[in-house]
């Protein structure tokens, strides 16, 4: 009787060793979440001039699919089970339209040509340079952009951005909210150059 | 001691031989035996000349007989001599009863000839002595080995024949003879004979090809390509293959012949030029007359036809008789060119024998009293060559018949001659009168025509040319513009929004999220290939770290 019984312990003690290693799942990201506040549906409204939203350029880092964590002001990190669940250029571009058509009075902003519209107003370009976060516990969004006007064949602005916000919780989903956070501030940015330059417009208009 | 009580002893000479001594008697009997086992089936020793022992090793070279081993040479000497070797050779006792007179040796070595190729495997295995057992009674040990191994194997069913030219003719050892394109037997040996100035060569014919040779057969040479250029034109001949490149000899039976009697061992036949000069040969008996030629007999060779009304009747015979001077005097007179020709009653269907030829000689001799001419003609324009042509004069009065030595002549028909001579100069005045001058200046202006005319149709065809052109590209552009709709009508159908290009898109998506899947695992199992069975379960995977001051 004593014999079974160390056996069974045995088997029991083996199965369960076989099933104590913590399970590892692939966690995907996105960053343009349907799921935000912000998230609301927008009107599109024809008589306002639509500008057409683009990444002109994305560093060939940005373009993996894996979710990237600068280890030093050298060394990036691809996380092995942190992924983007879909292109890292769409979700910008399509989390940035969502920010600047959030408050746009006088722009309407789109991000790719798939609807049908019979043409652009202006068209603003992004180069991003850096959308990672960082080392020193902060999430960082850098490059420049470009405002082009499409009626007069011009440039109307082009400004670089460097900005950061600090990191208050581990782990990546932290960092992906705080990566979401810039883009708003860069919308927020882009609308305030936008009004100076329609400012700085109507003033000409008027002298 | 008491000496009393010891018995006697009781002594009996031994009268058996001791059982022991049968062991040597028994080893004596042994070696008895084994001395004559060996001296039994030590078999013969022959000895064997050959001219060299080139190839030949004492105690390894084997004597053979149809790939057997029947024995072996033991000793390998010179010859009193010099000039020869003697090899001893051991021979089984199995294989004494080849050692008879008529048995042959030779020595098997690699041979390539226009016969084929032969021995090669003694490249190997070295040379060996071939013997070939005869079929006589009385026992030899000493042999006269061939040089070369003969032609025909022994006891070949066939028949051995011998044929004879005195010709330019040369065969050697295996050539062939063919018939109707078959080889059906070869040269074996060759002899000249000084008196006679004749070579003979001892042929082999294959059985059952021998049972075709008859006393009325004929040889003649096939030897390569043979071109012949006669009275009749251009005749081309060959036996078979082997014959366009070797030396050959044909036979046959004449046309008209009987097939004739069946023949022994060692006939012999002679070897004729070719076939026609074979197919004369079967008209044995002929009457011959003199043709008293006074033009050039150029062109008129030995054996050119004569015939009578398109029928050949006989040939001639001989183009250089000697000429016989009258009275040994200086003449003023030409000679006459006598040309010998026979007739041969059998070619007209007179019994080949002395009646017929006494028919054909009463029947010419009254023609030639009645006007019978000879006429040398051309046969043919490209060779030159001339033949006799006898015809009948009937405007000639009776006459009598000329003698030339022993020979009838037969008067040559002179007015044919002059004749031809009068057409031939009467051509060559017409030739002179033909306007030569005024015709190249006629010629000359046509030349000019044709020039212009030319160069009219050159102009025509470059204009011809760019017309081509024209079409051609015009059929190129339509069928470029019928390509590109087609290329059109295919961008259409991939283009985007389509459901081809958006199927295609779906299918890459679905590649590329598949890929992505697989990427972190196939990241795990290129850090670590084992993981996928022993998982420790840790993760040293870099995080983002939340800043120090911060607060959850």
């Known amino acids: ?207 | 001691m008491n000496n009393s009580s010891t018995p006697e002893a009781n002594v009996k000479p031994v009268k058996t031989v001791s059982p022991i001594w049968f062991v040597p008697l028994i080893a004596v009997f042994i070696g008895c035996w084994m001395l004559y086992y060996q001296l039994s089936t030590e078999g013969t020793e022959i000895k064997i000349h050959f001219a060299t022992a080139e190839g030949m090793e004492a105690g390894k070279t084997k004597i053979k007989s149809r790939n057997v081993d029947i024995g072996e040479v033991s000793k390998i000497e010179l010859n009193q001599t010099g000039n020869g070797v003697i090899v001893t050779a051991k021979i089984k006792a199995s294989a004494e009863q080849f050692l008879v007179a008529d048995s042959m040796f030779w020595v098997v070595a690699p041979q390539i000839s226009h016969t084929g190729v032969s021995g090669l495997s003694t490249l190997i295995s070295g040379v060996y002595i071939e013997i070939s057992p005869g079929k006589s009674q009385s026992e030899r040990l000493q042999f006269d080995a061939l040089n070369s191994p003969p032609v025909t194997p022994v006891d070949t069913p066939g028949l051995h024949i011998t044929l004879n030219s005195d010709d330019q003719f040369a065969y050697a050892k295996g050539d062939p003879i063919i018939y109707k394109g078959l080889t059906v037997g070869q040269f074996e040996d060759i002899y000249f004979n000084f008196d006679e100035r004749v070579v003979y060569y001892n042929v082999f014919i294959k059985a059952p090809y021998h049972q075709l040779l008859t006393s009325n057969t004929k040889f003649w040479d096939v030897s390569g390509i043979q071109f012949d250029l006669n009275a009749d034109g251009i005749s081309v001949k060959t036996g078979n293959f082997e014959t366009m490149l070797t030396n050959g000899v044909t036979f046959g039976i004449p046309d008209g012949m009987p097939v004739g009697e069946k023949i022994g061992e060692r006939s012999y036949f002679d070897i004729y030029k070719n076939q026609d000069a074979a197919d004369d040969e079967r008209y044995r008996r002929s009457i011959e007359f003199v043709v008293l030629v006074s033009d050039s007999i150029r062109g008129l060779s030995v054996g050119a036809p004569v015939e009578y009304r398109g029928v050949q009747i006989g040939q001639v015979s001989s183009t250089n008789m000697a000429l016989k001077i009258a009275d040994e005097n200086i003449t003023k007179n030409d000679f006459k060119i006598p040309v010998l020709i026979s007739l041969q009653p059998g070619r007209i269907g007179l019994p080949d024998n002395e009646q017929g030829q006494r028919i054909m000689a009463e029947q010419n001799m009254q023609w030639i009293k009645h006007g019978l001419n000879a006429v040398l003609r051309t046969g043919n324009l490209l060779t030159g060559s001339l033949y006799v042509d006898l015809q009948h004069n009937k405007d000639q009065a009776s006459r009598e018949t000329q003698q030339y030595g022993e020979y009838a002549v037969i008067p040559t028909s002179s007015d044919n001659f002059a004749q031809m001579t009068a057409k031939a100069e009467q051509f060559m005045d017409n030739l002179n009168n033909i306007p030569l001058h005024s015709l190249s200046n006629n010629a000359n202006h046509l030349m000019q025509e044709i020039g212009e005319s030319a160069q009219a149709i050159a102009k025509m065809s470059e204009s011809l040319e760019a017309l081509l052109s024209d079409v051609k590209q015009q059929q190129v552009s339509s069928e470029l513009s019928n390509t590109l709709q087609s290329i059109n009508l295919l961008t259409k159908d991939l283009s985007s929004g389509s459901q081809a290009y958006q199927d295609v898109r779906t299918t890459l998506k679905t590649l590329t999220a598949t890929m992505n899947e697989l990427k972190p695992l196939l990241k795990q199992l290129k850090h670590q290939p084992n993981s996928l069975i022993f998982n420790n379960g840790v993760t040293t995977e870099p995080e983002p770290s939340k800043h120090s001051g911060a607060q959850q």
């Open chain 1, 1 to 207: 009787m004593k014999t079974l019984v160390c056996i069974t312990a045995l088997v029991i003690l083996m199965l369960t060793a076989c099933s104590s290693t913590k399970r590892i799942e692939t966690q995907y990201y996105l960053l343009d979440s349907p799921t935000l506040a912000s998230a609301e549906p927008i009107e599109v409204t024809k008589s306002k001039p639509t500008i057409l939203v683009t990444v002109a350029t994305l560093p060939e880092y940005l373009q993996q699919t894996n979710l990237l964590l600068q280890l030093s002001d050298h060394q990036l990190h691809f996380a092995k089970f942190h992924q983007w669940a879909e292109p890292l250029q769409v979700g910008l571009v399509n989390s940035l339209v969502r920010e600047l058509n959030k408050d746009a009075d006088k722009n309407h902003y789109q991000a790719t040509t798939d609807i049908a519209t019979p043409s652009y107003d202006g068209e603003l370009k992004l180069v991003v340079t850096a959308f990672q976060p960082t080392h020193q516990s902060q999430a960082m969004f850098s490059g420049h952009y470009t405002l082009n006007s499409f009626q007069s064949n011009s440039v109307k602005k082009q400004q670089a951005f460097h900005l950061t916000v600090p990191l208050n919780a581990d782990g990546y989903h932290h960092a992906v909210m705080q990566l979401r956070q810039l883009v708003q501030q860069l919308a927020a940015q882009i609308r305030r150059d936008l009004i100076a330059i329609a400012a700085q417009q109507s003033a000409a208009n008027t002298k």
